[in-house]
């Protein structure tokens, strides 16, 4: 298996630009979870699904971050407008029962 | 309080030696202990899960549970200098449905 795909694997845009990340889960996990990661926080779970649906987004920071999952090969993570403080680790995460995490490259985003 | 603790370190160990990292979690209905390792600008990957209480070994790396403690810790035996990477503790607690926590994660430095 290829496992956890995300792309793109580095995004630089500007103040108030729309953002999206992707990301394809290892197939046959039914858990999908998006993190993000600094120096400061760390790493803070934002959203998960099981099987499709959003189970706790909890972590979400505000209305400018939205995650979707059309399909069991599919998500996207979008943030919209874009600010500097948004700078940070993208990570997507799939599991199988919501047990072991496999973690995905990561999307190292920088908003000027 | 944070639902999963760990001492950020930095914790140096001489190549050889064993490096002791430790976790509380303030949940008591936790069940599901996992243990990543995270190189510099990698993503985090699975070392060790445990769920019971008692010691589970792994060739060099030992998990340890103590749930009336409400504490994890992960001993690595004859740490070498591949070992240096940050170790994050993760705790599943099931409460209304699955929530997944991560500790800000102990820096580990191995010298030769």
């Known amino acids: 298996d290829a496992g956890v795909i995300q792309s793109p694997r580095h995004e630089v845009t500007e103040m108030g630009q729309e953002v999206t990340l992707r990301c394809k889960p290892i197939?046959?996990?039914?858990?999908l979870f998006w993190y993000r990661q600094t120096m400061m926080r760390g790493l803070e779970l934002l959203i998960y699904?099981?099987?499709?649906?959003?189970?706790?987004d909890s972590g979400m920071p505000e209305d400018r971050f939205s995650a979707k999952m059309p399909n069991a090969s599919f998500s996207t993570l979008k943030i919209q407008p874009s600010e500097p403080r948004d700078s940070a680790v993208y990570f997507c995460?799939?599991?199988?029962?919501?047990?072991?995490?496999?973690f995905g490259p990561g999307t190292r985003l920088l908003v000027l | 309080q944070k639902e999963v603790e760990q001492n950020s370190g930095p914790l140096s160990v001489p190549e050889g030696a064993i490096a002791s990292l430790n976790c509380t979690y303030s949940?008591?209905?936790?069940?599901?202990f996992f243990w990543y390792r995270q190189y510099s600008g990698k993503s985090p990957e699975l070392i060790m899960s445990i769920y019971s209480n008692g010691d589970k070994e792994d060739g060099r790396f030992t998990a340890q549970l103590n749930k009336a403690s409400q504490y994890v810790s992960l001993l690595i035996r004859d740490s070498q200098p591949s070992d240096s990477a940050t170790y994050l503790c993760?705790?599943?607690?099931?409460?209304?449905?699955?929530?997944?926590?991560f500790g800000t994660g102990t820096s580990l430095t191995v010298i030769p």
């Open positions: 699904f099981n099987n499709n649906v959003p189970i706790d």
């Open positions: 995460a799939s599991s199988f029962g919501g047990e072991t995490q496999y």
């Open positions: 993760a705790v599943i607690t099931a409460n209304t449905g699955n929530q997944f926590y």
């Open positions: 197939s046959g996990h039914d858990y």
């Open positions: 949940d008591r209905v936790s069940q599901s």
